[in-house]
């Protein structure tokens, strides 16, 4: 089993829509879990940390949920612009300098 | 601040070939990391320094060197390529340690990648 599972889509969804990802980690000892954005051919860049109660940044909302070890990315009003690969990050804590990335969830928004 | 740079941004290389990825980072970071990017699959870290002079390996750390001579300059050494290591490079750094509750200092800044093909 993959330290941190993604699925890797595509979600193909309109302007405007809401959709949402989940993603899995096995290490329940995980205390540190980041979403990253990645653009076609670019680095990746953070969107946002998350929270143990949850966080919210405009458009995008974050939720972890310990018991079932997933954390979610909720993004409403889609955009154009939020067509990327978003990567599910987590530190599993055995190395305090260590990150686990998931192999990322493709969005693609159409007009 | 130019942030994380990276050169060159593409290369081939010949089998049993050598060569170096170059990395630096201008924002004074202590901690800097080298992953690998291939398709369906995450990133996954090569080596990584915590400091001028330590480094560590990370998960896939084989066939490849790093040292940290300085705190900007963070080098990788590929010492006789392969064609398994055609791959996408980051390199990446960040001021602190991941803790507990996430702050400013986790973040991860990245270069924009060294496309690297062996063939």
């Known amino acids: ?111 | 601040n130019a942030g994380v740079t990276q050169t060159p941004k593409f290369q081939v290389l010949k089998t049993g070939q050598s060569m170096t990825l170059q990395c630096a980072q201008d924002m004074n970071h202590e901690y800097m990391s080298w992953y690998r990017q291939d398709p369906g699959m995450g990133l996954r870290l090569i080596h990584y320094s915590v400091g001028a002079g330590i480094t560590d390996q990370g998960e896939v750390p084989n066939g490849y060197n790093v040292s940290r001579s300085t705190t900007e300059d963070f080098p990788l050494r590929l010492l006789s390529a392969a064609p398994s290591q055609t791959s996408v490079y980051f390199c990446a750094s960040s001021y602190g340690l991941v803790k507990t509750t996430p702050s400013s200092t986790d973040t991860q800044y990245f270069g924009p990648g060294t496309r690297l093909t062996v063939l």
Do not use: H
């Open chain 1, 1 to 111: 089993r993959k330290e941190v599972e993604q699925d890797p889509g595509p979600f193909n969804v309109p302007e405007g829509a809401t959709v949402a990802f989940n993603c899995t980690y096995s290490n329940s000892a995980s205390q540190s879990f980041f979403w990253y954005r990645q653009d076609c051919r670019k680095e990746p860049k953070l969107l946002m940390s998350v929270y143990s109660s949850g966080n919210e940044d405009g458009r995008f909302t974050a939720q972890l949920n310990r018991a079932s070890q997933y954390i979610s990315l909720l993004i409403r009003d889609s955009k154009l612009s939020d067509s990327a690969t978003y990567l599910c990050v987590v530190n599993p804590m055995d190395s305090s300098y260590k990150l686990i990335f998931g192999s990322g969830t493709r969005l693609l928004v159409r007009p």
